[in-house]
């Protein structure tokens, strides 16, 4: 358990601190993360990386010559906004352009995507690669649904040492994407970790027992078994990865591969060692040579009892970049060469609170979309108790809670905002990260979504039509449905989302005006949110939670339908006073 | 606890295995250990580090370019044998002589010092620095006393480093000790850990609760309390050491030093982190310029919940050495310059079975001597039910296994010796040797330093005559009080020894004949063995084993009176028949 904290909700604030106190001339804090503390080759590429916190080295562990140039720190294990990914990647940017790379997850691939707009937008070239290396979590079939573990070292090193290399930003897809490709990883728990503050762990498993292939939190595995020896795991881990051979490895009797044996937290170093002498044993008979292999905490989540083996099947660029000298606070080997201490007055650090110009038209659009955004917080408090209850069915019951800090975040940012004179699409997107941010879980992340797909569409020049929010809709509605994978009758707020957007699109290509066609797709959304809710006593949660799926299941759809229809009554109130 | 094993006895030798391949162009295996693979400078001092397994980084993650040139690696907590460091140290041996460096448990400081006695006899100039960092183990009046913890890594960096600068053997000791003096670490403990196999952990701290100052093998702490805040608890540590600072730092405020801020297994770098951030800030507020700290796991003890900081007070000198390049499995620091692997063939590796060359005379002894070890062996095996039944009485009930598996490995390496043509000092050591890797604990300890003793005072030229044999006793008397700190009266097999060997040398002195001394002897030894056993059911337990105590209390004076009687009875008949 996690015995040492002051306020839990501290907790990663303070040991980021902490972390950059220590480690003060490798890294440095910037908003959002930290950026390495020494100079970089002007016009190379910048490698940012990023996740939840509780998994160290994992991410800011691996900042420093030779590995990441930069690491976006979320909350514990929870995605860092697309504003703490931006502001990273902005400070750590050299001039050609950035690679965001985490792991796949449904809130990283969320947040490390609207990032990506955002810099692609101000002409900063932005490519991501999402790691996918655990084999358990998906089929070679849906290897892109894959999750990422432990195989975030080796795919972060090879994309950092070709940045490091100058190669240009495409060169640097393309070396990480085949080391992404070439990394397989396999892992197995024996107990999960607590929170700071918490009162249980995550995740248990049965005393005794191993979950094989569970997530490292707490994502459901293939299999439970009784824990076997040592020399018993290792060929587990190693037979199933010996099955998998990456595209390009035609047999394992002569290849070359690094190897990774990681300990999750309290699995430890002499038991790791134990485990690799047989891991090394078999290998060696596969005809597998191993090149500078890693055993120890490469990736952990807290003090989770776990171990994963990973191996990464070199070629010999990729065998070049895994030799190539790296000096993270975590990961060290060869001989950097010395570098400067950046100037930090130098540092591109996007104030999150600038406002950038606006027309005058879009700050009297501004306004409107405020009056909007303070009824969805008032209907969204007077609700909170109501959509916790409703959660607590299905859910978790904090989807109230979650939804109430949310919409007040958002609603006195953006007043804030309009105070100084924000168009109406920096207002939405200071809102959504407001909200993101705040909110916290998956409802925040959806609904920071769903305003900066509505702020990228309107911008900041014009009033927006119509027919522009109609496409600003359209835009939150597939953003999330592309990031989130819920389909209608997947019980989620897509349900509601889909008939909603649908209908205002077609009324306002009829010619409807705002109002109305907002009006009657209000309509549909509440019939579409009381189907929902109805089946809610009968077929309990839509989906669990531990596939990321999207959303809280029906509370989701029901707190969307009051704010459709509290927008309406603003929209109405709008028309009616000219 | 500790999860992942094959047969528990195999664990540290599997580990070891697993370690070496893991980090085969840094270290390679000899005997008794691990070296550097890399080649040293010629004529430079090695640094020779040790100590029980289980405590990874320490001791062999901290061998490589820049730190130790070799470890001696025990069992799980337990002591190398002076055989396994005397080999390591030859092995690692560049011509300018050998630092031993290890942490003050008795054990280590036993075999150490055997270690260090057989260098010097061969001509290997030797000395010795035992680590004493931990403040809450004695007082500063007794600093000699306190016991090494995660100070270990400053101590062996610096010695390493000065080493490596080419400082003469007198010179790297004056830094070494300079630095060993300078570090003070105070630790703290949530819960204990659990050897491989076994049913619990080695010790507990109340749920909810914290030890302060325990040991890192459950040795008595200070005093217990509440778990205390992140905060607090750097308050706690930082506030204690700023109350000693060590001679030579007239205040802190302006004072240099380094931080270690040490995980013990369970506490988690992030929690390590949030406690560094008040510990960083309070040290500022003091005053003191931090130089490079370390903030994880650098000396553990298995899984372990416990937390340690260390204070190491630079000056220029040792500032330098502590920022010199490292790169050890577990320690990487700078740039080292490239070195060429060792060849394996120069190695001087000692062969533990070689038999030197002896008088015909000692020959004929090593018969003698033989017949009393096989004796030896007799009385314990018959014996070792109810030795092992007393022990249970005050002690944990091992040491009739013990001794059995000791002596009976004694005997089979003495006739295996006699057979190959030893002399009687050869002899001795090997069958001191044998006990001590075999029977393990401190009764294996106490047995191999007794022969060794012996086997130094009698040697291979001469047939020992009766005032060499009570040197001999003597030496061995000595050194068992030297190193184990017990007094006649502590209830230990000292309250036998000692009249034994007064009454030996007396009655040799008087001109008595072996036999006839040696069976006075005896007498008194018996009755000094009664008057110890017949305490116990009254006073119980004699010293706490956690002190580290000599010897398993009074079954231990049981067994040596045994012994001396059974050898009695082999010396009579050697006489009668000439």
């Keep these: ?34 950026i390495r503390s020494t100079k970089s080759e ?58 965001l790379s985490y792991g796949n997850y ?19 070239p932005c490519e991501m690669v999402k790691v996918i290396d655990d084999v358990s979590s998906a089929s070679l079939e849906e290897i892109n649904k894959r999750r990422g573990i432990a195989g975030d070292l080796t795919v972060f090193k090879i ?59 707490g994502e459901p595995g293939i299999s439970e078994q009784e824990i076997p020896s040592a020399d018993e795991l290792a060929e587990l881990l ?70 994963s083996l990973t191996l990464f099947w070199l070629d010999e660029e990729l065998e070049r970049f895994w030799h190539a000298p790296a000096d993270a606070p975590a990961y060290r080997k060869g001989s950097v060469a010395t570098a400067e201490q950046i100037d930090a007055a130098e540092l591109d650090i996007p104030d999150p609170d600038a406002i950038p110009p606006a027309s005058e038209e879009s700050r009297q659009s501004a306004g409107r979309v405020l009056a909007a955004i303070e009824a969805t917080r008032e209907v969204i408090v007077e609700n909170a108790e109501e959509l916790g209850r409703i959660d607590a069915v299905a859910g978790d019951g904090d989807h109230g809670i979650g939804m109430e800090r949310g919409a007040r975040a958002a609603a006195e940012t953006a007043r804030d905002a309009a105070e100084r004179g924000a168009g109406a699409g920096t207002l939405l997107r200071m809102a959504g990260d407001a909200w993101a941010d705040r909110a916290g879980g998956t409802s925040g992340a959806i609904w920071g979504a769903a305003l900066n797909a509505l702020a990228a569409t309107i911008g900041d020049e014009t009033a927006p039509d119509a027919a522009t929010i109609a496409r600003g809709v359209e835009k939150a509605r597939d953003n999330i449905m592309h990031f989130g994978k819920a389909q209608v009758g997947d019980k989620t ?26 009006g009657t797709a209000v ?15 009968r077929i309990g949660r839509a989906r669990p939670l531990a596939e990321k799926s999207i959303g809280t299941p029906d509370a989701g759809a029901i707190s969307l339908a009051m704010i459709v229809r509290a927008v309406h009554d603003v929209l109405q109130e709008q028309a009616s006073n000219g």
């Design 1 to 34: 358990m996690t015995r040492l904290f002051n306020d839990p909700a501290a907790f990663v604030d303070e040991a980021t601190e902490g972390f950059v106190a220590a480690h003060a001339w490798r890294v440095r804090q910037v908003p959002g993360g930290v």
């Design 42 to 99: 002007p016009d190379t590429v910048a490698v940012v990386i990023g996740g939840g916190s509780g998994h160290y080295p994992a991410f800011a562990g691996l900042v420093g010559q030779g590995l990441a140039h930069g690491a976006a720190m979320g909350n514990l294990f929870a995605s860092p906004s697309a504003q703490q990914i931006y502001s990273v990647a902005k400070a750590a940017n050299n001039g050609a352009g950035v690679l």
């Design 106 to 124: 449904a809130g990283d691939v969320l947040h490390f995507g609207q990032a990506r707009d955002r810099l692609v937008s101000e002409g900063i």
């Design 159 to 217: 994309a950092s040492a070709a940045a490091e290399a100058g190669y240009t930003l495409d060169e640097v897809v393309r070396v990480t994407e085949a080391a992404n490709l070439r990394t397989r990883s396999f892992g197995v728990a024996f107990d999960g970790c607590t929170l700071p503050g918490a009162d249980d762990a995550l995740f248990h498993v049965p005393e005794g027992k191993m979950a094989v292939g569970l997530g490292i939190h």
């Design 238 to 307: 190693v037979g199933r990865l010996l099955e998998e051979l990456p595209e390009g490895v035609e047999r394992a009797n002569g290849a070359r591969a690094s190897v990774l044996l990681n300990g999750l937290g309290t699995i430890k170093y002499e038991e790791l060692f134990v485990v690799y002498r047989r891991v090394n044993r078999l290998l060696e008979e596969a005809g597998v040579r191993i090149v500078e292999p890693e055993v120890g905490e490469l990736v952990t989540s807290l003090d989770m009892a776990g171990a």
């Design 493 to 518: 707020l897509i349900d509601v989302l889909v008939p909603f957007s649908e209908t205002l699109t077609e009324q306002v290509n009829r010619q409807a005006s705002l109002p109305d066609a907002w």
């Design 523 to 537: 309509e549909r959304a509440h019939e579409a949110a009381q189907a929902t809710a109805d089946l809610t006593p």
